[in-house]
């Protein structure tokens, strides 16, 4: 008696240099929502070029892309969308009929998070940071008409981005002077993550009319954010960039609106879970 299944579910994944259940959990709830036989797993990797090799050879549908392999895999992908592109950075394979498309959804994901507050387009917005989180953020932002100046412990790092998508430079993050000249207030350093007692700029004046989004989602409340809300200021938690990021990978692979509901409250639990 044959036990084999007749058919195999649809295979996706993550590849991470260290593994975590979040993502794994995230994308299964999404498609068990939509009632698709899709199954995602986690790929601890260490070598990206073969990596990419299985992805064709295992005929994997869709694979999530970690630090520190977002650059790294783009040398052996077939095409990139123009905003992974310009980002310089790969967070999602698209596998279809044979292509290997890099697309960059965590621009997606800070720009959605923020338009669930606000709109974008004319606004005055200080962004600290400059690596890798910075960049597809600010992307985003300018590309929605969003006025950027940038921030960033190293100033040379700080000018290049600006120097890249035409935005603002404001200089170290000691010079940032305060929230009264900005209506958007971005951290995209990973200064707070895991650590509840540290913050990108310390003792700022909050402007309560000032938006305050931070992209670290470990604490949920991280000490910018908690500065923020004591202030009366609107915040934006990471937790909704990760959960709009995610949001854009599930409609790659799977062509289906994203389950957004369910998605958020798999996110809650699980980030709770890690704290």
Same mark, same amino acid.
């Given at each position: 008696?044959?036990?084999?299944?007749?058919?195999?579910?649809?295979?996706?994944?993550?590849?991470?240099?260290?593994?975590?259940?979040?993502?794994?959990?995230?994308?299964?709830?999404?498609?068990?929502?939509?009632?698709?036989?899709?199954?995602?797993?986690?790929?601890?990797?260490?070598?990206?070029?073969?990596?990419?090799?299985?992805?064709?050879?295992?005929?994997?549908?869709? +694979?999530?892309?970690? +630090?520190?392999?977002?650059?790294?895999?783009?040398?052996?992908?077939?095409?990139?969308?123009?905003?992974?592109?310009?980002?310089?950075?790969?967070?999602?394979?698209?596998?279809?009929?044979?292509?290997?498309?890099?697309?960059?959804?965590?621009?997606?994901?800070?720009?959605?998070?923020?338009?669930?507050?606000?709109?974008?387009?004319?606004?005055?917005?200080?962004?600290?940071?400059?690596?890798?989180?910075?960049?597809?953020?600010?992307?985003?932002?300018?590309?929605?008409?969003?006025?950027?100046?940038?921030?960033?412990?190293?100033?040379?790092?700080?000018?290049?981005?600006?120097?890249?998508?035409?935005?603002?430079?404001?200089?170290?993050?000691?010079?940032?002077?305060?929230?009264?000249?900005?209506?958007?207030?971005?951290?995209?350093?990973?200064?707070?993550?895991?650590?509840?007692?540290?913050?990108?700029?310390?003792?700022?004046? +909050?402007?309560?009319?000032?938006?305050? +989004?931070?992209?670290?989602?470990?604490?949920?409340?991280?000490?910018?954010?908690?500065?923020?809300?004591?202030?009366?200021?609107?915040?934006?938690?990471?937790?909704?960039?990760?959960?709009?990021?995610?949001?854009?990978?599930?409609?790659?692979?799977?062509?289906?609106?994203?389950?957004?509901?369910?998605?958020?409250?798999?996110?809650?639990?699980?980030?709770?879970?890690?704290?």
């Amino acid at each position: 008696v044959s036990i084999m299944s007749p058919t195999l579910p649809t295979l996706c994944g993550s590849m991470a240099a260290h593994p975590y259940r979040l993502a794994v959990e995230l994308h299964n709830a999404a498609y068990r929502e939509l009632g698709l036989d899709y199954t995602f797993v986690y790929f601890g990797i260490s070598d990206p070029a073969a990596a990419i090799e299985a992805i064709r050879t295992l005929g994997i549908r869709g +694979m999530n892309v970690s +630090m520190p392999f977002k650059a790294a895999v783009i040398p052996y992908l077939d095409r990139l969308d123009p905003a992974a592109r310009a980002i310089g950075a790969v967070n999602t394979i698209d596998h279809r009929d044979g292509v290997l498309t890099g697309y960059n959804t965590d621009y997606i994901g800070g720009v959605k998070a923020l338009e669930e507050v606000t709109s974008l387009a004319g606004t005055r917005i200080a962004l600290l940071g400059a690596g890798g989180a910075a960049r597809a953020v600010s992307y985003g932002l300018a590309e929605k008409g969003g006025r950027v100046t940038v921030f960033n412990r190293s100033v040379e790092r700080a000018r290049q981005l600006a120097d890249d998508f035409s935005l603002r430079l404001g200089g170290s993050l000691h010079d940032f002077p305060g929230c009264d000249r900005f209506d958007i207030l971005v951290n995209c350093t990973a200064v707070g993550f895991r650590s509840a007692d540290e913050s990108p700029v310390e003792q700022i004046a +909050m402007n309560r009319d000032t938006i305050v +989004m931070d992209v670290v989602f470990l604490p949920s409340d991280t000490k910018l954010l908690r500065s923020a809300e004591a202030a009366g200021c609107r915040i934006v938690r990471g937790v909704k960039m990760l959960l709009y990021q995610a949001c854009g990978q599930v409609e790659l692979y799977t062509g289906c609106p994203p389950p957004v509901a369910v998605m958020e409250q798999v996110i809650e639990r699980e980030v709770r879970n890690l704290q």
